[in-house]
C-alpha cells in the first residue's frame, strides 16, 4: 500500500515545543500534529467559514442536507454566505463534469439564471461596480440596461440545454463575480429562499463521488421520508415499472426501514431488465426535452446511459438504449411513453418521491 506523504518544515522552537508536550501527553510527535492539525481545520474562525466547507465537502453537503432538505435550522433561517456560495459553486461543478451529451432540467438552470441576475441587477443599483465587459459577453447583452436584458434572454433561452452549455451561464455566479458581503441579509434571503436552495440542492449531490456504502451511510443517517410505492407506463409491448423501495405505511421514517432507491425495470416479450436512478433519470430529462423542444433533439442522441434513434426511412420506429440493451418502439407508443411518464414525474405522488430522490442520489 503507498501512503501519501507531506514534508513540512517547522521552527526548531515549535518542534521543541510538540516534543516536550508529546512527552507529557506520552504520545508520539507525529499523533500529536496530526491531532492540533485536524482539530484546528474543524474550528471556526471569524473569516474561515469558507475554509470549513471547502477541506471536508461530504460533511458539509450532509450539513446543508439537514438546513435545506430537512429544514433543521435551529433558529437561523437563512443560510451564511459561505454556505451560499458553497452551494453556486458546487452546482456549477455538477454541470462542469457532466457528460456533455445530456441535458439539464431547465428549471434548476432557471432558477439560478434568476438567482444570478437579481444579484446583477440589485448590485448595479446600488452603484456598485460590475464587470460589465464579463456579463455582456457571457449573456451577449447589447446594452447595460441589465434588467431588461436579463428579461429578454431568459425569454429566448431554448429549455433545451447540455451541461457545457449551462456550465458557462453559471460561470459569473460561480466565479465570485458577486461577492456575497456587499448584499443585506435581507436581500439575499429574498434572492436564495428555501424554494430555490431545495431545487438546486440536487446538483450538489451530483457531486458527491460516494461508494455505495457512503451514500447508504448517509441515506440512514438522515432518514429521509421517501414513501415506498409502484407505477408502470406501458409503450407498445414494452412496460416500464418504476419500483420505489421506502418507507411502509405512515409511520415516520425507522432505522428498519429500507434505504430508499428506485428501480426501473424495463419488460418486453422476452426480456426483463432491471435499471436504477441513473438511467430513468437521464430518460425523463431526454423524453422531457423531446416533449417540449423536439427540434432541440437530435435524430440520434447518445448519453451516458441512454439513446435515442428518431425514426428515419431504414426504420419506422423509435429506438431506445439502456446501456447495452436496445428497444424497438412505434412511433405511436414512444409518444404515449413521452407524454405518460413526463407527466407522472411531474405531478402527483410519484412527483413528491423523485423530487426526495434527486436529492439523496443527486440530478441535472
Same mark, same amino acid.
Given at each position: +500500500? +503507498? ?20 512527552? %507529557? ?16 481545520? !474543524? ?7 469558507? &475554509? !470549513? ?8 453537503? !450532509?450539513?446543508?442536507? *439537514? ?6 435550522? #435551529? ?76 428579461? *429578454? ?15 458557462? @451561464? ?9 461577492? &456575497? ?19 438546486? #440542492?440536487?446538483?450538489? +449531490? ?11 451511510? #448517509? ?27 421506502? !418507507? ?17 425495470? @424495463? ?42 434513434? &428518431? ?10 438504449? #439502456? ?18 411518464? %413526463? ?15 434527486? %436529492?439523496?442520489?443527486?440530478? @441535472?
Amino acid at each position: +500500500m +503507498m501512503l501519501s506523504q507531506l514534508t513540512l518544515r517547522f521552527p526548531k522552537k515549535l518542534i521543541e515545543s510538540l516534543k516536550n508536550r508529546a512527552v %507529557t501527553e506520552k504520545t508520539s510527535v507525529n499523533a500529536l500534529a496530526e491531532r492540533f492539525l485536524d482539530v484546528s481545520l !474543524q474550528t471556526n474562525a471569524p473569516d474561515d467559514d469558507w &475554509l !470549513q466547507l471547502t477541506t471536508r465537502p461530504d460533511e458539509a453537503v !450532509q450539513r446543508l442536507y *439537514r438546513k435545506v432538505i430537512l429544514g433543521e435550522t #435551529f433558529g437561523r433561517q437563512a443560510l451564511r454566505r459561505a454556505e451560499l456560495r458553497f452551494m453556486t459553486e458546487l452546482a456549477h461543478q455538477a454541470y462542469r463534469d457532466a457528460c456533455a451529451k445530456e441535458f439539464v432540467r431547465w428549471p434548476v438552470l432557471e432558477t439560478l439564471l434568476n438567482i444570478n441576475f437579481e444579484l446583477l441587477v440589485w448590485h448595479a443599483g446600488q452603484g456598485l461596480p460590475v464587470d460589465s465587459h464579463y456579463i455582456k459577453r457571457t449573456f451577449e447583452f447589447a446594452t447595460e440596461n441589465w434588467q431588461e436584458e436579463s428579461e *429578454r434572454f431568459m425569454r429566448e433561452l431554448s429549455h433545451a440545454v447540455d451541461p457545457s452549455y449551462a456550465e458557462y @451561464l453559471l460561470r459569473p455566479l460561480a466565479s465570485g463575480c458577486f461577492e &456575497l458581503d456587499d448584499y443585506p441579509d435581507d436581500v439575499l434571503a429574498r434572492i436564495f429562499t428555501p424554494a430555490r436552495l431545495r431545487q438546486i #440542492f440536487p446538483l450538489l +449531490m451530483r457531486t458527491r463521488q460516494w461508494s455505495f456504502e457512503q451514500r447508504e451511510t #448517509f441515506i440512514r443517517e438522515m432518514r429521509p421520508p421517501v414513501r415506498e410505492m409502484n407505477e408502470t407506463v406501458t409503450a407498445g409491448e414494452l412496460r416500464f415499472d418504476i419500483r420505489i423501495k421506502g !418507507q411502509r405505511g405512515e409511520l415516520p421514517a425507522a432505522t428498519g426501514d429500507e434505504v430508499p432507491r428506485l428501480f426501473l425495470v @424495463l419488460t418486453g416479450s422476452n426480456f426483463v431488465m432491471p435499471f436504477g436512478w441513473g438511467e430513468f433519470a437521464e430518460l425523463y430529462r431526454l423524453l422531457k426535452v423531446y416533449r417540449t423542444t423536439p427540434a432541440a433533439v437530435r435524430r440520434y442522441s447518445e448519453g451516458p446511459h441512454i439513446t435515442l434513434g &428518431l425514426p428515419r426511412a431504414a426504420h419506422q420506429d423509435v429506438i431506445l438504449g #439502456f446501456d447495452a440493451l436496445r428497444v424497438f418502439v412505434p412511433a405511436e407508443a414512444f409518444g404515449e411513453l413521452v407524454r405518460e411518464l %413526463t407527466a407522472r414525474v411531474e405531478t402527483g405522488a410519484l412527483a413528491c418521491v423523485v423530487d426526495a430522490l434527486r %436529492t439523496l442520489y443527486g440530478d @441535472l
